[in-house]
């Protein structure tokens, strides 16, 4: 695990965040510190704040109490000094389902600011080449799902977040993603996972949520399957 | 810069790809004519009354395209993907004006056309420049407030209904504007020439509603 | 928070100029040569008006205080003001019908610039509360509402200007007063008025804003000795729940 430089801030440091809509508080009081190039895997029941915990890391909601940093920025004020190097992986893919894969990473190209040619790259990576030029719509789920992973990735950001990456893919297509999204790639990883043991095998650090709360915050090799499970009860 | 044009080039190719808003805008709008036609119960209109069906048509036609401008964002994370780039995001609201101006404007291409053919007067006067400076004003102010009013309708319940509702009151100076200086312009004995005064009111309402989306847009986008 | 500062000294202000205002419409104020008494409905008619669009006018300015504050007590004071402004804009319409008929014959006149212009700003504000309701998160609510406050509260002078515009310069002013000059006897009983509504205003406005903010200072207390789930969850509302 690297530690904290100057050159290399952690990549998320949160501290006492909350956020609620209405009445409902979706996540209270959570506090850890990711380091930069380290994964953490998310675990907690449906509704334990792990939707809300990504889409605040990734800048699309404002917490409404605590203090949170992302690479350095901090939110909301700096949010645009870490815009652009946070890539997002969730339930929906982000893509426009009539135009093609081709066409969907050209338009998040341009709006990156990075090169065209990029996207066309990471979709031979991925094996989607072939059908690149067909519309979203005909792909199938696992071939969508690459395209999403390849969207993700396309302007190479220092923090992941991924909600359950290899939902719909096959070996084959989880094989192909792993350089992009996995351990190996080198970025700093939020990974929320309902595969407990595929998680820990994966996970620097482990972050359980319970009805909102920060139920259990350790380093991976000191967390077991079955206090993981203990989280969903 | 570079984010309106890659939205605006994204929502021409999606259009061109499903083809949603224009032809919808404009076979509403030849049908209006056939309606207003058997209902006004009259073959040849000329001079106001002639102005105002145009623009009471043209306008009802813009509600449908305001409708369908962010659906796609809305339905397909199209938001998520804008507001996760390190982008102005008043691009967003740039980008999105210019692409239903633009639809407004390819509608028109044909439905005015089919309005003179159809409806008007055959020696209504024919005065072409100056009908499109009318018609590229009220454009412009219905393309902003349709993308302010598409924008704060798109994440309501009643979309459909929100829109029109908060829309059309919001253009009945533009109503006012365009159809009084249209309405020398198809006189029956030829056309008059075009009031300027009601140039300068859309061209007031033009600046005033986009320089107040502007500063407002932010905040329809940020949680 | 303590709002409904000053309560008192407005109602009582409002009841005084009230009645004093009425007691002038009837017994002062002389009745016109050609329109007989009913056209002193003018009195209140245009005091509704003028307090109508200022209350419009105050919901803008707290939507933009609300969206550069953030503080929920700015969306509640935009809110009540546009509410009872829309309630005030129907009087105006009702009012505005009866003198149109008394002295023109019809219930409704379109050579009337300013009752067309209330009309269409009827219309857009009648849209208010439909639109807060249809949006389920409070914050996001508070905001789009705000962002619509503004866009209304712009959208009021430039229709009455193009209203204004439109309504051709042969017809003369229907609903106008004497030759347009108020004699000095008018000039109090409609000054009378006009004060009576503005405090009329201001006090229904601080009513309705420390009535609802008890209620939700109320809540709040009770959810902080019930628990968070203690309590069966708000319903819908367009009002603002929170503070």
Redesign the interface.
């Known amino acids: 695990m690297a530690a904290a430089t100057a050159d290399s801030p952690d990549a998320v440091a949160l501290e006492g965040v909350g956020r609620a809509y209405g009445e409902r508080v979706a996540l209270r009081d959570v506090t850890f510190t990711l380091p930069a190039g380290a994964t953490v895997a998310v675990f907690g029941a449906n509704g334990a704040g792990k939707t809300t915990l990504l889409r605040i890391l990734a800048m699309l909601l404002r917490p409404h109490a605590g203090v949170a940093r992302v690479l350095g920025a901090a939110l909301p004020r700096e949010a645009w000094k870490a815009r652009g190097q946070v890539g997002l992986l969730g339930h929906e893919p982000l893509l426009y389902r009539d135009l093609t894969a081709r066409e969907n990473l050209r338009y998040h190209a341009r709006l990156h600011r990075v090169a065209p040619r990029r996207g066309d790259d990471l979709l031979e990576r991925v094996g989607l080449a072939a059908r690149a030029d067909d519309p979203v719509r005909t792909l199938s789920r696992g071939m969508a799902q690459r395209a999403a992973i390849c969207r993700t990735v396309l302007h190479d950001p220092s923090l992941l977040l991924l909600d359950e990456p290899l939902a719909n893919l096959d070996p084959g297509g989880a094989a192909a993603v792993a350089p992009l999204i996995g351990r190996g790639s080198g970025h700093a990883r939020v990974l929320i996972s309902h595969d407990v043991e595929q998680g820990l095998a994966e996970a620097d650090w482990v972050l359980g949520l319970r009805a909102g709360r920060q139920a259990l915050w350790a380093p991976g090799d000191q967390v077991s399957a079955a206090d993981v499970r203990g989280l969903y009860a | 810069m570079a984010a309106v044009s890659a939205v605006v080039r994204k929502d021409l190719r999606l259009e061109a790809r499903a083809f949603e808003s224009v032809p919808a805008m404009l076979m509403f709008s030849v049908t209006t004519f056939v309606l207003f036609h058997f209902g006004l119960d009259r073959g040849a209109l000329a001079g106001d009354l002639a102005a105002g069906v145009l623009w009471v048509t043209l306008l009802l036609a813009a509600v449908l395209g305001m409708n369908r401008l962010f659906a796609t964002e809305h339905e397909q994370g199209g938001f998520d993907g804008f507001l996760l780039a390190p982008v102005d995001r008043t691009a967003l609201f740039v980008a999105k004006a210019t692409v239903l101006f633009a639809f407004l404007v390819a509608a028109e291409l044909i439905a005015v056309p089919a309005f003179a053919l159809l409806l008007l007067e055959p020696g209504a006067g024919q005065a072409l420049p100056e009908l499109v400076a009318v018609l590229a004003l009220a454009d412009a102010g219905i393309a902003v407030v349709g993308t302010l009013v598409g924008a704060l309708g798109v994440q309501t319940r009643a979309r459909e209904l929100m829109i029109p509702l908060l829309a059309l009151p919001l253009l009945i100076p533009v109503i006012i504007g365009a159809a009084e200086a249209t309405a020398p312009l198809f006189a029956a004995a030829g056309a008059e020439p075009l009031p300027g005064r009601w140039l300068a009111v859309l061209a007031l309402y033009d600046a005033v509603f986009a320089l107040l989306a502007y500063a407002v847009f932010d905040f329809l986008l940020e949680d | 928070m303590t709002f409904g500062r000053g309560l008192r000294p407005f109602s009582i202000a409002s009841a005084v100029l009230v009645t004093a205002a009425f007691a002038l419409v009837f017994f002062y104020a002389p009745n016109d040569a050609d329109q007989g008494f009913i056209y002193k409905i003018f009195y209140l008619h245009v005091p509704l008006a003028i307090v109508a669009l200022c209350g419009f006018v105050a919901g803008g300015v707290y939507g933009i205080k609300y969206?550069r504050s953030g503080e929920r007590a700015d969306d509640l004071r935009s809110y009540v003001a546009i509410h009872i402004s829309l309630i005030l804009a129907v009087g105006v319409l009702i009012t505005g019908s009866i003198w149109a008929r008394a002295s023109w014959g019809h219930w409704w006149v379109w050579d009337e610039p300013t009752l067309v212009s209330f009309l269409?700003?009827f219309?857009?504000y009648a849209?208010y509360q439909?639109?807060r309701f249809?949006?389920?998160?409070?914050?996001?609510q508070a905001?789009?509402a705000?962002?619509?406050s503004?866009?209304?509260g712009?959208?009021v002078p430039?229709?009455f200007?193009?209203?204004r515009?439109?309504d051709s310069l042969t017809h003369p002013r229907v609903l106008s007063t004497t030759g347009g000059s108020m004699t000095g006897e008018m000039r109090l009983t409609f000054y009378t008025a006009l004060a009576g509504m503005a405090c009329l205003f201001i006090t229904l406005w601080k009513y309705e804003l420390a009535s609802k903010s008890a209620s939700i200072q109320l809540r709040s207390l009770k959810?902080r000795l019930a628990g968070?789930d203690g309590l069966a969850?708000?319903a819908r509302s367009s009002a603002p729940?929170?503070l």
Do not use: G, K, T
Request: one cysteine or more; a negative charge.
């Open positions: 969206l269409i700003v219309l857009l849209c439909p639109l249809s949006i389920e998160d409070p914050e996001r905001r789009y705000a962002v619509f503004i866009v209304a712009a959208f430039l229709n200007m193009a209203v515009m439109a959810r968070d969850p708000l729940q929170q």
